[in-house]
């Protein structure tokens, strides 16, 4: 097959690639229409164990993904007015602060926080619609690797039964995706009911993640609604956690960020934000 130069060449020879890799794809018929043929190569990606990815194919996945990226329309911080900017809020730390309504994977912050399971490897579930999903996607399978070896020298050093424990951040680069990093976190589940220790690890994901920007030197970072959804962490008390501990760090470590994003997907997320920093 020639070299893909176009969108639409890029898309038909990932998915023959894909599909290649794995005889049971080769059943898979390829759909017509642009849309399926999507859906096809995302769930390719979903699926895929962590392993090495031939270079002319990643290099053709890592050009289908920035000209995604530039599709979809990247999102610069600057671009996000603070809470002091966008509703007038006089909170503590209102002029650091922005609530943004979107996804997340637009956004070329420093670092965006994803929301990860224990095996630290993204969700394999295909076209699954949680946040660990589609950065996993649109960062491009390098992620899954570079997670895979970062837990492989944590295996090493734990024992192979190890998985990441609940609020202990994991730094990668971010590939495909605006963003400069990603932070990797396991927030706490909620399986009966909501317990003083389960808050206590909610806020200790966000103060650990902002420590760790402290220590790298990422200026930016966009925070998902960390546990909540599958999670089952309770949206407007995560929220409050949420505004608490971040105004609280950013009143302690005066100059070490200067922008924190409560990056928000469902309307009532949004209304709870804004309600707590107005």
Same mark, same amino acid.
């Given at each position: ?135 996993? %996607?649109? @960062? ?6 570079? +997670?895979? $070896?970062?837990?492989?020298? !944590?295996? #090493? &050093?734990? =024992? ?34 909501? %317990?003083? @220790? ?6 200790? +994901?966000? $103060?650990?993640?902002?420590? !760790?920007? #402290? &220590?790298? =030197? ?61």
């Amino acid at each position: 097959m020639k070299e893909p130069k176009t969108q639409e060449e890029r898309l038909d020879w990932l998915v023959e690639r894909f599909k290649a890799e794995d005889m049971g794809y080769m059943s898979i018929p390829t759909p017509a229409a642009a849309e399926g043929k999507r859906t096809l190569l995302r769930s390719m990606m979903n699926v895929r164990m962590p392993k090495s990815l031939p270079e002319e194919v990643r290099a053709v996945q890592d050009a289908y993904l920035r000209e995604r990226a530039a599709e979809k329309g990247v999102v610069r911080v600057g671009d996000i007015p603070t809470a002091a900017q966008a509703f007038f809020s006089d909170y503590p730390g209102a002029d650091l602060i922005s609530v943004w309504q979107g996804d997340i994977t637009r956004l070329a912050a420093d670092a965006v926080v994803n929301a990860a399971n224990a095996q630290m490897l993204g969700c394999f579930r295909p076209m699954h619609t949680c946040i660990d999903n589609c950065i996993h %996607t649109f @960062a491009g399978v390098e992620l899954r690797e570079e +997670c895979d $070896r970062q837990m492989g020298l !944590l295996r #090493e &050093r734990y =024992g192979e039964e190890y998985e990441q424990p609940t609020a202990v951040p994991m730094l990668t680069d971010a590939y495909n995706l605006p963003a400069k990093k990603i932070i990797h976190i396991v927030g706490p589940i909620v399986t009966d009911e909501l %317990t003083p @220790a389960l808050e206590r690890d909610l806020a200790s +994901c966000y $103060r650990n993640t902002l420590d !760790l920007c #402290e &220590r790298e =030197g990422l200026r930016s970072v966009a925070f998902c609604c960390i546990s909540t959804g599958v999670f089952r962490f309770p949206n407007e008390r995560a929220a409050e956690i949420a505004v608490r501990m971040v105004t609280n760090w950013l009143d302690q470590h005066q100059g070490a960020v200067d922008r924190v994003i409560f990056n928000v997907f469902k309307d009532e997320d949004r209304r709870i934000y804004e309600r707590l920093l107005s």
